[in-house]
């Protein structure tokens, strides 16, 4: 089993930076590649909640909310169905206060899927083509919302 990991602080209050997360039907608004995201089954925060992701190119993915602890500000999904080089994806994202500096959080993303063949691409792929960059983009969103 592969696993990818991405951390980074964020210039945003765990409070806020965690509403955008939680909010699972809501991920168009900061998943830099999405054109359009919606829940098709249950909730934002209902866990067993479908959330089918239309891309920029077109593409959809199904995932599936499997976990959300609001006590924990963490959050695990599973992707059902999508036109990617992987299988088998859980992904756990949690948002971590730094108490030093209430201005700021700590996030953590991590998934662990299966790929044939060599990893190595796969992992890249996900750890900066999608945390590293919906991360930024969470940071650009609350950034633009205090200019509103």
């Known amino acids: 089993m592969a696993h990818a990991y991405f951390s980074k602080v964020l210039k945003v209050p765990a ?23 919606e829940i098709r089954d249950g909730g934002p925060g209902v866990v067993g909640a479908v959330r089918i992701v239309t891309t920029a190119d077109g593409r959809t993915l199904e995932e599936q909310l499997v976990a959300l602890s609001d006590a924990d500000r963490s959050i695990v999904y599973d ?10 994806y859980r992904a756990v994202l949690t948002i971590r206060e730094i108490v030093a ?8 993303w991590s998934g662990r899927f299966e790929v044939d063949g060599d990893p190595n691409p796969a992992i890249q792929s996900i750890r900066d083509g999608f945390y590293k960059a919906c991360l930024e983009e969470l940071e650009r969103v609350y950034r633009a919302a205090l200019q509103d």
């Not at 992707?79 to 088998?88: E, N």
């Open 15 to 37: 409070p806020e930076a965690w509403a955008i997360v939680r909010d699972f039907g809501g991920s168009a608004r900061w998943f830099p590649n999405a054109r359009h995201s």
């Open 101 to 108: 500096d209430p201005g700021s959080c700590y996030a953590e």
């Open 79 to 88: 992707l059902l169905k999508g036109d990617v080089p992987f299988r088998d």
